[in-house]
């Protein structure tokens, strides 16, 4: 059941977080929100999250900085990337922080449930 899984969700653009946090708490997830790369940097090192929506492109720092930075921290939340870079470009990101999943913008409903539910539900077995 979604009701107990936990998203972080780090998107900079309003529109695409609010429709984001709407869809996911109305399937029962528990959301927070982000929108700046710092504070998904805070969020990830204070909690685990069953599954972290996170946009690539952030304010408060560069891609490379802080693809570097989330690395570093050894995150243990599976990672759902979602951008509108070239595919060539975000795959090589996600092989570098272990994704769980890559989700090309603009983002598919259907796709994005269907993974999120997937990779959540895979965390919480492993006791998260």
Known sequence: MPGKHVI?????DADTAAMLEEL??????EVEM???????L????????HAVLLDLTMPGMTTDRFVSELAGLGARSPLLIFSARLPHETQAIAERLSAAALI???VDIDVLLGTLARVALAAAGEGG
Not at 34 to 40: I, L, M, R, V
Not at 42 to 49: H, T
């Open 8 to 12: 972080l969700v780090a998107e900079d």
């Open 24 to 29: 996911l708490t109305l399937e029962g997830y």
């Open 34 to 40: 982000t929108a700046t790369a710092g504070g998904a």
């Open 42 to 49: 805070d969020a990830l090192a204070e909690r685990r999250f």
């Open 104 to 106: 090309p913008k603009p």
